[in-house]
C-alpha cells in the first residue's frame, strides 16, 4: 500500500509567493528579510515555527511621494495552527489569500514604515506533530520528520532544531549545514539565501535507541515490535495482527519463515518513500509505517516474503502483497476489483512500474494507485483459477527457484547466479504449476492477462504460445516418458527455437518407439535403456544423439517384427521336420533383449538367424527325409539278410545233427521241418553231454574222446558209395 508525503511543491511555491511587497513601493529601496525557525518539540510532539520579517525602509521621499510598506505575503503549512502575529508597533491583520494541497498563503498588513524606520514582524505557530497527525510532520523521541520553507522577499535564513541525539537524514530538496550544538540540541541552518521564497528543505530524524521494545512469538517464529514511545497504539495493533495474520499467510503460501527474531519496526511515511513497508532480508528488519491499519498490516507483513529477493518486478510483489491484504487482512477474502480506466496515456504498463518523487504530479499518483489495483486483480483472478493449493504449489516452486516445466523429479533450479523471478519465470510458475494442474484448457489464459496490462508485448508471446501447445501435445504423446531437461530447460529460459529443435528430436523418438511397441508382440518399452537416455537428456545434441541410435532400433525392430511373423505364422510338414530341435522362442527372446538393451547390432543378428532358420526350415526338412527314409530302406535290408543268413545257418545246423546219428546220408535233402526237428534233437543230447562232461576227470574225457576221433576218422575212410546201414 502507498504511503508517500506530499508536503511541498516547488512550481506552485514559485507562482504564489511572488506578490509584490507594497503597490506603491520602489525596488531596492524597501527590503524584507525573513528567518525562519521549525524547533521539535518532542515533549509537546510538534514542531514550533517562528518567522521574523524584518523590513526596512530606506526609500527617500521625493517631491512627490513618501514611500511606505504596510504589507506581505507568507506561506505557512496547511496543518499549521493558529497563526499569532504581532509587530514592534503595533497590530497586524492577517487573510488568507491562497491555498493549495501543501500550503495557506496568507496576507498581512501591519503598521505603515516609513523612510528609515525599521519595522519587525513575528509570527508564530505549531504544527501537529503526533503519530498519524495529518501531513506528515512528527516530533517523537525516537522519530521526528518535516520540510521547511523560507519567508521574507529579499533575502532569509531557514534553521532547523532538533535533539542532538537524532541521526539526520535530508530526503528531498535543499541541503542544510550544521550550526552547533548547545543543550542537547542540534541546530542545521541554510545560511543567508538571496531567494528565500524558492527553498525548501525535506529531513527526518531517528533515535533507534528510544523505541519501546515487546517480543512475541507466532508459528515458532519470534517477532520483536519496536514502536515510537508514543505510540503504543501501534505496538498493540502489530501484535494482535500478528497473532492474525502470519498463520493465514503460511496457510496459503506453505512458505518457510526465516527463523531467528525478526523485527517490526514502526517507522515515518518519509523512511520509505511512497511504500507502506518494507521487509530487508539480510538484516530480517520489516519497516512497517505508523500509517498502517489493521486493514492493511497484512499486506505490509507479506514483504517478509514478497520482495525483490522472491519477485524481479514490483508488480508481482505487490500483486501479491495485495492477495495477502485481502486473504488475511479484513479476515474476509474477496477478490480485487477490476482497475477502472486507465488515467495514463496510452496502455498500461505495469512492466513500467512508477515511483513518485517530490516533484510527481497527481497524474503520476493516479497512475501508481491504478497499477496496485491492476497487479492485485491480476493475482486475485488467476490465484482463484488455480485454486488455494495449486497457487501454493506455484509460490513454493518459485521460493525454491525451481523450473516450472517438470520432469520426472521436481526440484530442478536455476543457477546459483540467477536473479529472483523474472517475470517470464514467474508466468511458467502460474501456467505450469498452477493452471495446467487445475485442468484449465486454455494454454494462453495467463499470459494474456499479464499481456493486456502491459507486462508482455502480445507479439512477443506468439512464440512461447505456439511452443507450449507443440511442448503439451509432445508430453501426451509420451505418456509416461518424462520430456527431458535438454527440451525443459529452454522452455524456462524463453529459448523457444532451441525448445523447438529438441522437441523435433523428442517428437521422433517416441514416434520410433510406438511403431516398435506396435509392431513388435509383447514388446514394452517402458522402464528400457531407450526410456532412461530419453529422460536424462541435457542438451538437443543429446536427443540428436539419441535419435540416431534409436533409428538403428527401428532398422532391428522390423527384422525382429519379420522374424516373430515368420514364427506365428504356421510351417508346412517339411519345415516342421527341419524345424525339429530348434528353439525359436530363444533366440526371440536373445533379440528383444538386445533390443530393449539398445544393442540394435546384436538384436537383428539374433532376429535374422531366426529368419533364416525359417526360411531354411523346408530344404532341412527334405534333407532330414531323405536320410530317415535311406535309413529304413537300409534297415529293412538288413532285416531280411539277417534272417536268411540265421536260416542257413539253422539248415547247416541240422544237417550235421541228423548225419550223426546216422539218420541222413551226406547229399541227401532234408525237409526244413525235419531239419528244425534234428538240429532241436541234437541239441538235447548235446547239451547233457557237456552237463556230463563237467563232471568227468581229465582222464576219463580223454579216454572218451579217443573213440569218437576214431570213429570220425573211420567215416573219412568211408566211401560214399556205401550207404549208411538202415
Known sequence: MRRFISLLAPALMAACLLASPAPVAAAGSITETGTVTYTVNTAESRVDVSIQLKVVNNKAPDAYYYYYQDRTQIAVEAEAGTVKVSSNAGAVSQTTVNTDRWYRYIGLIFPKVYYGQTRIINISYSIDAKPRAEGGYRAGEAYANLCAVGNGYNSGTINVVLPDK???????????????????????????????????????????????????????Q?????????????????????????????????????????????????????????????????????????DVIAHELSHIWYNRDLFADKWASEGMAGYSEQLAGPGEYTRCKKPGAYPGTGKPDLSNWVTLTMTSTLVDEQILDYQYDAACYIITTLADKM??????????????????????????????????????????????????????????????????????????????????????????????????????????????????????????????????????????????????????????????????????????????ADAQ???????????MIGLLGTDLQSGLDKATDALKDMRSDDAKAAAQKVLDEINGATTAGLLRLAVLLGLVAGAILAFFLIRRFRAQRQLAAAMALTGEAGGVATGMAVAPDAAAAAAEAAAKPKRASRAKKAEETPAEAEAAAKPKRASRAKKAEETPAEPPSA
Open 166 to 220: 537524532f541521526d539526520v537524514n535530508i530526503y528531498s530538496g535543499q541541503s542544510l549545514k550544521e550550526s552547533g550544538t548547545s543543550g542537547g540540541l542540534r541546530t542545521l541552518t541554510s545560511g543567508t539565501l538571496t531567494n528565500p521564497r524558492q527553498y525548501w528543505t525535506c529531513l527526518d530524524g531517528t533515535n533507534v535507541d528510544a523505541l519501546v521494545s515487546s517480543k512475541v512469538t507466532v508459528a515458532g
Open 222 to 294: 519470534v517477532f520483536e515490535i519496536q514502536s515510537w514511545p508514543e505510540d503504543p497504539a501501534w505496538e498493540t495493533m502489530v501484535e494482535g495482527e500478528l497473532e492474525d495474520d502470519i498463520p493465514a499467510l503460511l496457510d496459503m503460501n506453505g512458505l518457510d519463515l526465516p527463523g531467528g527474531t525478526v523485527i517490526v519496526r514502526e517507522v515515518g511515511n518519509s523512511e520509505l518513500g511512497e511504500y507502506a513497508g518494507m521487509y530487508n532480508s539480510l538484516t530480517k528488519i520489516a519497516y512497517v509505517t505508523e500509517e498502517t491499519g489493521a
Open 387 to 560: 485454486g488455494e493449493e495449486n497457487f501454493k504449489a506455484v509460490l513454493m516452486a518459485g521460493s525454491n527457484g525451481e523450473i516450472a516445466y517438470l520432469g520426472g523429479t521436481p526440484g530442478e533450479t536455476y543457477d546459483s547466479s540467477a536473479t529472483p523471478l523474472s517475470a517470464e519465470s514467474f508466468l511458467d510458475l502460474i501456467d505450469e504449476r498452477g493452471m495446467i494442474p487445475a485442468g484449465i484448457e486454455d494454454l494462453d489464459e495467463a499470459q494474456a492477462l499479464l499481456s493486456k496490462y502491459g507486462i508482455f508485448d502480445a507479439t512477443d508471446l506468439a512464440d512461447r504460445s505456439e511452443a507450449r501447445e507443440t511442448y503439451h501435445a509432445l508430453a501426451d504423446e509420451a505418456g509416461d516418458w518424462d520430456l527431458p531437461l535438454a527440451i525443459r530447460g529452454p522452455m524456462a529460459s524463453w529459448d523457444f527455437d532451441e525448445a523447438d529443435d529438441a522437441m523435433d528430436s523428442a517428437s521422433q523418438i517416441v514416434e520410433a518407439r510406438d511403431k516398435m511397441e506396435s509392431e513388435l508382440s509383447d514388446v514394452d518399452l517402458d522402464g528400457t535403456k531407450m526410456q532412461t537416455l530419453f529422460e536424462d537428456a541435457e542438451a538437443t545434441d543429446d536427443l540428436a544423439t539419441l535419435s540416431d541410435k534409436v533409428d538403428q532400433e527401428v532398422a532391428a525392430a522390423e527384422v525382429l
Open 565 to 575: 511373423a515368420a514364427e506365428s505364422s504356421g510351417h508346412d510338414p517339411l519345415a
